[in-house]
């Protein structure tokens, strides 16, 4: 009988004791391969629909029986002593016999798959022993990651099976997004930054417009050390999403990068010590990054940026139960615009505070950074009240001439967003 074995991530092939199977027709050839992946029995005339919708029952059972009878010869059951088979034939079902020794490099994806999400540990925390099988599993399906399902295949007079095909095609797309997500994952928090290197370079081969491959790649780079290799896969992410799909990065991405460029990365001689020594700063943090589950927010806080840099005045209220983030939230953004070249004010006021007004305190810190002296502002500002109308109109002319130029139009108008 022999061991049948089915490689369909990539261009599809089959084997059958180690020789490679030549299908004498497509639809032979789709026929096993959909017995394979749905591992069931299935209705002779269900799959004739599938498989002939061009003609009529009748003509499509006679389909159905003449690829049977090719297929049996193929992989030499038809006159074989052997009672073992790999296909299960009845007079009204077909199937495929998974006890007949069948590999399926998907049932394999799917294991590895399954083991992933049943180990939530991260890799310091994990036992060495179920570290070292997991590890085991990713790898050996990365390996057999040669591309996308059933790539390039199709049969052009049943469109119920591209259909099918496509179906397959994106859920497996995601489940090996998922694994190469998890590999990598469990090598940076390793320290293994190198190889993580290597396994997300991988990945964006097989999904060359996931941004979240992308991030990946350019905290790795980072946290080696190397900060141009960092930014050029974030370039390289902003092109490729202007070619193939006419759009930006997201707010996540494109904030990561503002703060790659702002921090220093560690020394490249240090990077491999910083993240194995016992008690050293971990490289989750950099692989979670600041905004994790605030994605949404912070794409809305920088639509409003970009908003006033028109020239309309936005206020924004960041609103919510204590300790689900605001704080940080609001400062990751503040220093993302700093970082963009805004002037930031800040202000703050407390309830127990009276009538302390948080404008007062950024006004102030508005003058100040124009190098302007109080006097020139207009009045003193008494100690409680906010700054009038009059005051902060007063000042826009020293924010336009005075002190730091500001860039950009939104920022002129930061007085008046102060007063408002």
């Known amino acids: ?32 391969i959909y017995l394979a992946v749905e591992g069931c029995i299935h209705l002779r005339k269900i799959l004739s629909e599938l498989f002939w919708p061009e003609g009529d029952a009748l003509h499509g059972r006679a389909a159905l029986r003449t690829t049977l009878l090719h297929l049996r010869h193929l992989l030499g059951e038809g006159a074989s002593v052997d009672p073992v088979s790999h296909l299960l034939i ?152 202007s070619t193939d799909m006419q759009t930006e990065p997201t707010p996540e991405t494109v904030a990561l990068a503002s703060r790659m460029r702002a921090v220093a990365p560690p020394r490249r001689k240090e990077a491999h010590a910083l993240h194995t020594a016992p008690g050293a700063f971990s490289p989750v943090l950099l692989l979670d990054g600041p905004f994790l589950g605030r994605t949404t927010e912070l794409s809305l806080l920088i639509k409003a940026y970009h908003t006033a840099q028109r020239g309309q005045t936005q206020v924004v209220l960041l609103q919510g139960e204590a300790g689900i983030g605001k704080t940080r939230l609001a400062k990751e953004f503040l220093a993302w615009a700093e970082m963009e070249g805004a002037d930031v004010l800040q202000g703050r006021a407390f309830e127990t505070g009276g009538r302390q007004c948080p404008g007062r305190l950024a006004f102030r810190h508005l003058a100040g950074r124009t190098g302007a002296p109080a006097a020139r502002t207009g009045r003193p500002l008494p100690r409680p009240a906010c700054p009038t109308r009059r005051q902060v109109r007063s000042a826009q002319p020293l924010i336009r001439s005075g002190g730091t130029p500001l860039a950009g139009p939104g920022q002129t108008r930061a007085a008046r967003l102060v007063h408002r």
Not at 13 to 18: G, I, P, T
Not at 143 to 151: D, I, K, P
Not at 186 to 200: H, K, N, S, Y
């Open 1 to 32: 009988m022999g061991n049948l074995r089915f490689t369909l991530l990539g261009s599809p092939e089959v084997r059958h004791a180690d020789q490679l199977l030549l299908f004498s027709t497509r639809k032979e050839f789709a026929l096993l």
């Open 90 to 241: 009845t007079g009204e079902t077909l199937g495929l016999d998974f006890t007949s020794d069948v590999d399926l490099d998907l049932r394999t994806l799917h294991e590895a798959w399954t083991f992933a999400h049943a180990s939530t540990h991260p890799a310091p925390t994990m036992p060495e022993d179920a570290h070292c099988s997991l590890l085991g599993q990713l790898q050996r399906v990365t390996s057999l990651a040669r591309g996308q399902f059933l790539e390039g295949f199709t049969l052009r007079d049943a469109p119920a099976f591209d259909d099918w095909v496509r179906f397959q095609r994106e859920y497996w797309h995601l489940r090996i997004n998922e694994i190469f997500d998890r590999l990598s994952r469990l090598q940076f928090e390793a320290g293994e930054l190198e190889v993580a290197i290597a396994t997300v370079n991988r990945w964006l081969v097989l999904a060359p417009l996931h941004e979240e491959a992308y991030r990946r790649l350019m905290r790795l780079h980072f946290a080696a050390g190397d900060r141009y290799a960092a930014l050029h896969a974030y370039d390289t992410c902003r092109a490729r999403l």
